[in-house]
């Protein structure tokens, strides 16, 4: 059902789709950009240009499609979730899972699932999905924030890059760190050499960013050490390339890691085991845990029961 939207402007000199996006927090400006372009925002009775410049008292209509349904198919399939209102979801992704679909995997993600488990879905951008604002590997286990709608969708995405989420990791690497806590700072980009994945880069190559991981010993064995990782920033596989890049690769891991594994593993030993953020809707500052999948478990249990 198509919804309308009257907004009095009383002081302004912005252009008519920041004015909207900032007075309609829960309708993204791409999306108000999309509405103007398809006529759908008047200005007392005419449609403005974009570039036009809101003035006090100019009455403003915007009509709000309902969202578009996407090719996505709903799915059936069970999740973990941690926590849930009207703004968000927080799930607890198992290990096996893709976040997206996309070639090869046009089913049985978490997308399809979301889909399937969230009615009250307002979707993003003027489309029916969930907003994922963060992502995790599919052999990656762990928490995950989503979205359910375009007012969370930017608050969250806002968290981000203003870095005020906290993510921690554990993870299982190969040796022991010389030091017991580290910043591992060093930009990555893509590997020229294999272009499906990331590399350690210099500062000037082209498309390098800034990337940044904070790592602290939590337990000791013989050959292997438990890490907590927390990454300031957030590059594709930035943990697994950092301690792959200081000598250290995460158990099972087999891209960034050793080609031959000293332990038999099904997976990277890498887990979202922790986020903090503020709530969307209310700001409330909140953390949420997850503890080690029985997989992962076991593998620190055999080497506990070997020392």
């Known amino acids: 059902m198509e919804r309308i939207l009257r907004l009095t402007v009383q002081q302004s000199d912005l252009r008519v789709d920041r004015y909207i996006a900032q007075a309609a927090p829960d309708l993204s400006r791409s999306l108000v950009q999309k509405l103007l372009a398809e006529g759908r925002i008047t200005v007392g009775d005419q449609v403005p240009r974009a570039s036009y410049k809101v003035q006090a008292g100019d009455e403003i209509m915007v009509r709000v ?56 879905l307002a979707g993003i951008g003027g489309e029916q999905r969930p907003g994922i604002v963060h992502r995790l ?86 050959n292997h050490t438990l890490l907590e990782a927390e990454p300031v920033t957030g590059r594709t596989h930035q943990i697994r390339i950092h301690l792959a890049f200081i000598g250290h690769p995460i158990v099972g891991d087999r891209v960034y890691g050793f080609r031959k594994q000293h332990l038999a593993v099904p997976r990277q030993f890498l887990h979202a085991a922790r986020i903090a953020f503020s709530l969307p809707g209310s700001g409330q500052p909140v953390a949420f845990t997850s503890p080690l999948p029985e997989d992962l478990a076991a593998i620190l249990k055999t080497l506990r029961q070997a020392s």
Request: proline letters at 8%; charged letters at 20%; hydrophobic letters at 40%.
């Open 65 to 120: 499609p309902p969202p578009e349904p996407i090719a996505v198919v709903a799915e059936a399939i069970p999740l973990a979730i941690i926590y849930e209102d009207a703004d968000i979801v927080v799930v607890d992704k198992p290990a096996g899972m893709v976040v997206h679909p996309a070639h090869g995997h046009h089913s049985g993600t978490l997308v399809n699932a979301l889909l399937g488990h969230c009615p009250d």
């Open 137 to 222: 590997d599919k052999d990656t286990s762990g928490l995950l924030i989503v979205a359910k709608n375009d007012a969370a969708h930017h608050h969250l995405q806002s968290q981000f890059q203003a870095r005020q989420v906290l993510k921690t990791y554990l993870a299982l690497v190969e040796g022991v760190p010389s030091a017991a806590h580290g910043i591992i700072d060093a930009p990555i980009g893509r590997d020229p050499q294999h272009r499906q994945r990331m590399a350690i880069a210099t500062t000037t190559s082209r498309g390098s960013r800034e990337a940044r991981t904070e790592y602290r010993a939590v337990e000791y064995f013989p």
